[in-house]
């Protein structure tokens, strides 16, 4: 059965400091993975695409990366900022993109 | 302006009720979809659309119906609403499938 599963379901971080979200999936066959950030009130918006052959990609102080021999990817946000604070969606495309299976997502807090 | 604009943000109905929800989007895309979120749930694929003659059913379409009235525009109906449907509504599109483009949501209670 498709499935991804994000962990920690929930974190809160103070202001300024790193962290790392994760990404488990059982999709096959994988085509991509995106995470999306979703501020509260809004709909999510995508923040990065890995697709097999990449192993890692940065967008500002965000990074993704990718082990497709482990079905495990990552997003790390450095020098965190209180407008981090949202819910952070992982979701794997299946071959041809005709299928798109969500996590569940894990909602980061940011404090002063 | 909103490049998917869902209308409206809010909105409470009672039971037995039939509502719809309106999705316009000035993308272009063919694909068009409609999403519900729920607590600790995620986002779950009600209907989706790849053209104006295409409609195909997600993992959660029963007690709703969709019409597609134009490239731009998807409408998502709740026939007789009961309290179970109150969640957070998205419509989203997309040009190849993979990214997805989101409206604001729209906030449904149902009492």
């Known amino acids: 059965k498709n499935q991804v599963e994000q962990s920690p379901q929930s974190l809160i971080i103070l202001e300024g400091k790193n962290c790392t979200l994760q990404?488990?999936?059982?999709?096959?066959?994988?085509?991509?993975l995106r995470w999306y950030k979703q501020d509260t009130g809004r709909g999510p918006v995508s923040l990065t695409i890995m697709t097999f052959s990449e192993n890692t990609k940065s967008n500002g102080r965000y990074t993704a990366t990718l082990d497709a021999d482990t079905k495990q990817s990552s997003l790390h946000i450095t020098a965190s900022q209180l407008s981090d604070s949202a819910s952070y969606i992982c979701?794997?495309?299946?071959?041809?993109?005709?299928?798109?299976?969500f996590g569940k997502g894990t909602t980061l807090s940011v404090s002063s | 302006d909103a490049d998917v604009t869902q209308t409206p943000r809010n909105r409470i109905t009672k039971t037995g009720k039939r509502i719809m929800l309106e999705c316009s989007q000035t993308k272009g895309h063919d694909r068009m979809y409609w999403y519900r979120q729920d607590p600790g749930l995620g986002l779950r694929l009600i209907y989706y659309s790849f053209d104006v003659k295409d409609i195909n059913k997600g993992e959660i379409s029963d007690g709703y119906s969709v019409s597609r009235q134009a490239q731009a525009k998807f409408s998502l109906s709740l026939e007789s609403a009961i309290p179970n449907q109150t969640a957070l509504y998205f419509c989203?599109?997309?040009?190849?499938?993979?990214?997805?483009?989101f409206g604001s949501g729209t906030q449904l209670s149902v009492l």
């Open positions: 979701v794997v495309s299946a071959q041809a993109g005709t299928a798109l299976i």
């Open positions: 990404c488990n999936y059982t999709v096959s066959p994988f085509s991509n």
């Open positions: 989203a599109t997309s040009e190849t499938g993979s990214k997805l483009f």
